[in-house]
């Protein structure tokens, strides 16, 4: 029986699949031996037990549980019918709660995953449109220590012209005039007041040119310069192809960092009481 623990983490962790939206879900026949089960019987009365317990709080398990019948090989070469579930995480948390934890040690295991696992998502759901804001200008910050990286490899000297070259694709204008087209002071950092669409684009941009730069194998400053450029006129092109808002008409927002300031005071006095 499979008792390491550890590794039935990180199986559950490798069986999970991710929908064309991002939302999680595992196969039943793929977590059976996960969770210790070797006959599909037994896992399958776990699974209706769960689905009775679904029902029970007053949520539709056709939504968390959702059969499939497939044709599998068998070992005379016939093929025949097999029913499969995808499901949810609250599903498989289900599945956990129900399962036999006394005698299968990676039940109790799934059922701290899943928890785990349930309220990471929970959290994340409850995070404010300003708190995601500022998850993301991390990331730009992240990338943009990335991508300097790459341009000093790339023989990239003055940096300003060459992050500038950059705006120039993307917004079809240099920094200081993005900067009056927005209202900002001169001294005011663009991206500090840049919403989550805004942000969410420059990071795409950053990241592509950093790809660009090592995969080129760009040597000199020039090619750098243009590089970023022509990235940024990809990424242009590409919101132009969707009909979507240029990042020079999108709208500012309150400073990032007076909110990261203000996140850290709540977070101070939450800690303190």
Same mark, same amino acid.
């Given at each position: ?27 039943? =026949?793929? &977590?059976? #031996? ?17 689905? +009775? ?27 025949? #019918? /097999?029913?499969?579930?995808?499901? !949810? ?5 289900? &599945? ?5 934890? !006394?005698?299968? #040690? ?14 990471? /998502? ?16 991390? =990331? ?14 790339? %023989?990239? /000297? ?15 204008? %240099? ?33 592509? !040119? ?27 092109? !590409? ?6 808002? +240029? ?6 927002? #309150? ?7 203000? =996140? ?10």
């Amino acid at each position: 029986m499979y008792r390491d623990l550890s590794q039935t983490i990180k199986r559950l962790d490798a069986a999970k699949k991710l929908t064309k939206n991002g939302g999680e879900y595992w196969m039943a =026949r793929e &977590i059976q #031996p996960i969770l210790g089960y070797e006959r599909w019987e037994n896992f399958h009365n776990v699974i209706n037990k769960a689905r +009775m317990a679904c029902e029970s709080s007053g949520i539709e398990p056709d939504n968390q549980f959702r059969d499939i019948t497939k044709k599998v090989t068998v070992g005379s070469g016939a093929m025949v #019918p /097999q029913v499969d579930y995808f499901l !949810t995480r609250y599903a498989c948390y289900l &599945i956990a709660m129900n399962g036999d934890s !006394t005698t299968k #040690p990676e039940i109790a295991t799934a059922q701290t995953y899943f928890a785990v696992q349930t309220r990471r /998502q929970e959290i994340q759901d409850r995070l404010t449109a300003d708190e995601k804001r500022l998850q993301l200008r991390d =990331r730009v910050k992240s990338a943009n220590k990335n991508l300097n990286s790459a341009a000093k490899q790339a %023989g990239v /000297q003055r940096y300003a012209l060459f992050h500038d070259a950059g705006y120039r694709g993307l917004y079809e204008m %240099g920094l200081a005039d993005i900067k009056r087209k927005k209202g900002l002071l001169e001294k005011e950092d663009l991206l500090d007041r840049a919403g989550r669409a805004e942000l969410a684009t420059n990071e795409f941009r950053i990241t592509q !040119t950093e790809v660009k730069l090592v995969r080129d194998k760009i040597t000199n400053e020039k090619d750098a310069m243009e590089t970023h450029r022509e990235v940024g006129r990809e990424v242009r092109a !590409t919101i132009r192809k969707l009909n979507g808002i +240029m990042p020079e008409d999108l709208p500012t927002e #309150p400073s990032i960092k007076k909110l990261a300031q203000a =996140r850290k005071k709540e977070t101070t006095k939450i800690t303190k009481e």
